[in-house]
């Protein structure tokens, strides 16, 4: 058995779709902690550039994760278990705004600070 899958489950292509929201979901955190990065490198604010290295990372990680999770799907949809994964989707959730509302915060208190 290949580590990829061998035929589409759903041919409105759902579970396809979904990994490449993932995937733009974590490009969009990498740019987003690159931008904010950036700034924070232009401004001297040594916790925005934290943050922005953070968010980058989670950025980085949420996209290995999707590959994994899309292969991981198709693999469960061969056997027949479930393929439900709420707690990652709750923790990609939490890191992404905890890490956003941080990064919006000390982009703000650079800006007027």
């Known amino acids: 058995?290949?580590?990829?899958?061998?035929?589409?489950?759903?041919?409105?292509?759902?579970?396809?779709?979904?990994?490449?929201?993932?995937?733009?979901?974590?490009?969009?955190?990498?740019?987003?902690?690159?931008?904010?990065?950036?700034?924070?490198?232009?401004?001297s604010a040594v916790w925005a550039e934290i943050a922005g290295l953070l968010i980058a990372a989670a950025g980085a990680v949420t996209l290995l994760w999707s590959e994994r999770r899309y292969v991981d799907l198709h693999r469960a949809l061969r056997s027949g278990t479930d393929v439900t994964h709420v707690v990652m989707l709750r923790t990609v959730t939490w890191v992404t705004v905890t890490l956003s509302a941080g990064s919006v915060l000390l982009l703000i208190t650079t800006m007027f600070g």
């Open 1 to 43: 058995m290949t580590s990829q899958p061998d035929r589409v489950f759903d041919p409105a292509g759902q579970h396809e779709r979904t990994a490449l929201a993932w995937e733009r979901t974590a490009i969009a955190q990498m740019v987003g902690g690159g931008l904010l990065f950036n700034h924070a490198i232009n401004s």
